[in-house]
């Protein structure tokens, strides 16, 4: 059985507090018990080196993980075998985000870390954007290094691909969504919803800070946390 929160974002989401350093974030995690998390920034994979590499150091497996806003404003987790796989995704998207200059003042700092939670710079182009990629595109790139594609809180009024779309779109081979926890009961929601039966389901906190971390229950019967590839 592992324990997971597989959206969780760091200092370099300005809407995520500056307490989200690489070491709070994996103590936080070996606190609430978990096995495995994913720091999922926004349309950023700056931080996730950072992380991984203190998280090596307490026993937390990390991810490599992305949220990315698509064109349509859709938000989707996505998950990556590798570092080298998730860079090749950012890279698309981070060239395909408007060249908007962030404002800290109004949108938050966009910090990024090392693994001892030092300052090594500052992301100068504003994150929380949609990239110019439609959802079939971005699936298209982040299925071709093997990563997964995860509609994110799919029962939230906004950024969802239900909100937006108003239905899971057929043509892509979509295997996971996620439902926030604002979902308390999953039974009572997935009753009313016969169609979303099919997919995995991911429960993750989507925490910007760190009192936000999941209830420490949501698991999966793997063993290691890359077994989510298999
Ligand atoms: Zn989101
Ligand atoms: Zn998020």
Avoid: W
């Avoid at 974002?9 to 998390?37: Q, Y």
């Avoid at 908007?100 to 966009?110: D, L």
């Avoid at 910007?208 to 989510?228: G, P, R, T, V």
Wanted: hydrophobic share 40%.
């Amino acid at each position: 059985m592992l324990y997971y929160d597989f959206h969780i974002h760091s200092s370099l989401s300005p809407c995520g507090s500056e307490d989200m350093t690489p070491n709070n974030i994996v103590n936080m995690a070996k606190l609430c018990g978990l096995d495995a998390i994913a720091v999922s920034d926004h349309n950023s994979v700056k931080n996730v080196k950072a992380v991984t590499e203190a998280g090596k150091r307490i026993g937390i497996s990390v991810l490599p993980a992305m949220e990315v806003e698509t064109e349509e404003g859709v938000h989707i987790l996505t998950l990556y075998p590798d570092t080298g796989a998730a860079e090749e995704v950012a890279d698309i998207v981070y060239k395909a985000l408007p060249d908007i200059k962030n404002r800290p003042e109004i949108f938050g700092q966009q910090i990024i870390m090392d693994s001892d939670d030092n300052v090594v710079g500052i992301e100068e182009k504003l994150l929380i954007s949609p990239a110019s990629l439609s959802l079939n595109s971005l699936f298209d790139v982040v299925k071709n290094v093997g990563g997964l594609f995860i509609p994110a809180h799919i029962d939230r009024h906004s950024y969802s691909i239900l909100s937006v779309l108003g239905f899971m779109p057929q043509d892509l081979d979509i295997k996971m969504i996620e439902v926030s926890k604002n979902t308390t009961d999953l039974s009572a929601y997935l009753e009313n919803r016969p169609e979303l039966k099919k997919y995995k389901i991911l429960r993750n906190s989507d925490a910007h800070y760190l009192d936000q971390f999941a209830e420490c229950n949501a698991s999966l019967d793997f063993e290691k946390a890359f077994d989510i590839f298999i």
